[in-house]
């Protein structure tokens, strides 16, 4: 499985932006998807995922009510739409793919896009 994230970029305090995961192949071959981030100075840390079986949901505290992850089965992608973001939100992004369990831990994912920065100005 290749992860491709995509949707970064630099935006003001309260904007919005929406990243994208493309995968090479079908994501029924994983039974989660997530997003995880990596700040300045700071550990990967989980931001959200979703089920494939029915699209249940997991957020971080720190974005509930704020980001929202979907899924498009049809082309084998995961979106993250971010809104009201905050300067603590810069960080890059990763989307990753769990072929075994649903979870918020890092070590549980087996597969990793590349990363896209998302850079939030105050």
């Known amino acids: 499985v290749q992860l491709q994230a995509s949707g970064g970029g630099l935006v003001q305090a309260g904007g919005s932006l929406r990243l994208s995961c493309a995968a090479s192949?079908?994501?029924?071959?994983?039974?989660?998807m997530g997003w995880f981030r990596r700040a300045p100075g700071k550990e990967r840390e989980f931001v959200t995922a979703?089920?494939?079986?029915?699209?249940?949901?997991l957020y971080a505290d720190s974005v509930k009510g704020r980001f929202t992850i979907s899924r498009d089965n049809a082309k084998n992608a995961v979106y993250l739409q971010m809104n009201s973001l905050k300067p603590e939100d810069t960080a890059v992004y990763y989307c990753?793919?769990?072929?075994?369990?649903?979870?918020?831990?890092?070590?549980?994912?087996?597969?990793w896009g590349q990363g896209t920065q998302v850079t939030v100005s105050s």
């Open positions: 192949v079908s994501t029924f071959s994983s039974y989660a």
């Open positions: 979703i089920r494939w079986s029915d699209s249940n949901t």
């Open positions: 990753a793919a769990s072929l075994r369990v649903f979870t918020t831990i890092r070590s549980e994912y087996e597969y």
